[in-house]
C-alpha cells in the first residue's frame, strides 16, 4: 500500500485574494496568542461556508496539559457558535520573538484528528493552508493528506 500526500508550494501573493483573507487572519490572530510558557505564538483562522472567518490562537497553561492548540481553540469555538456552518477553510500561521516562521507551520497529531471530525461532522473536507513567510503549503484534498490510515466513527459500529 502506497499513501501519497499531495500538498501545493506556493507564496502568499500567490493564493487567490479570499484564502489570502483566511491566512492575514490567521497572522493576525498569532497577537492574541497566550504563549507565556513556550514562547509560540500560533494563529488559526476558519472560513465558514457562508465566508465568516473566526479565529483563534493557542492557549497555554502553568499546568502544561491543561493549554490548547490554536487549532482547536478555533474549531471548538467555531463549532460551538456556528453548529450548522461547514469549515471550508483553516489556515495556521505562528511567530516567535524573532518573528514568523520562515517554513509553514503543520497542526501537531490531535489537531489532526479534530479536523476529522469536524470534516465527518459537516460531511465535507476542510481545505488547509499552512503558512510560512517564505512559502505556504495548501492542501486541498482535506485531512486525509495529513492524517492517513486514520480512527473514526466507522470503527466503533
Ligand atoms: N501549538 C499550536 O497551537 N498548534 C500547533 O499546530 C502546534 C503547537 C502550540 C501548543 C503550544 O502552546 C505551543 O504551540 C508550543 O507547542
Redesign the pocket.
Known sequence: MILQTKVKVCTLDELSAVDREVVEAARCATANSY?V??H?N?G?AVRLVDGTIVCG????NAAYPS?????RTTLFWANSQYPDKAVDLLA?A?RTDSGELERP????GA?RQVILETEKRFNRPVRIILYGSRECYVIEDGIKALLPLSFDAAFLE
Open positions: 504563549a510558557y513556550s509560540f500560533v488559526a490562537t493557542n492557549q497555554e493549554g490548547l492548540c490554536a487549532e495556521i505562528a507551520i503543520p497542526p501537531c489537531c
